[in-house]
């Protein structure tokens, strides 16, 4: 599976991205997806997580409310819908598959990462 994060860029407080990511490959609801970020001098964190189907979603405290993740199976797509955004988003962000869970940093496949930075 490859994964492309794409969406990205210079954005402004309160900006509402999407941000997506289509794994190039078959089978795609073999895998929960998932998406993470990396702050400059800071440690990779997770965002966001789906299941395989769509059923169930979890979210890191920080985007709760503001940031929705979704996938279009039909189309073998996994978006990342940003609102709200704050300076402290900004940050690469990665798109991860995992044929368990995808909340966590050991997943099964990464992708590049897409780069949103958030001007106060």
């Known amino acids: 599976v490859q994964l492309q994060a794409s969406g990205g860029g210079l954005v402004q407080a309160r900006g509402s991205p999407r941000l997506s990511c289509p794994p190039a490959?078959?089978?795609?609801?073999?895998?929960?997806m998932g998406w993470f970020r990396q702050a400059p001098g800071k440690e990779r964190e997770f965002v966001a997580a789906?299941?395989?189907?769509?059923?169930?979603?979890n979210y890191a405290d920080s985007v709760k409310g503001r940031f929705t993740i979704s996938r279009d199976n039909a189309k073998n797509t996994v978006y990342l819908q940003m609102n709200s955004l704050k300076p402290e988003d900004t940050a690469v962000y990665y798109c991860?598959?995992?044929?368990?869970?995808?909340?966590?940093?050991?997943?099964?496949?990464w992708g590049q990462g897409t780069q949103v930075t958030v001007s106060s």
């Open positions: 490959g078959r089978m795609f609801t073999n895998y929960a």
């Open positions: 789906i299941s395989r189907i769509g059923g169930t979603t």
């Open positions: 991860a598959a995992d044929r368990i869970v995808a909340t966590t940093l050991t997943n099964d496949y």
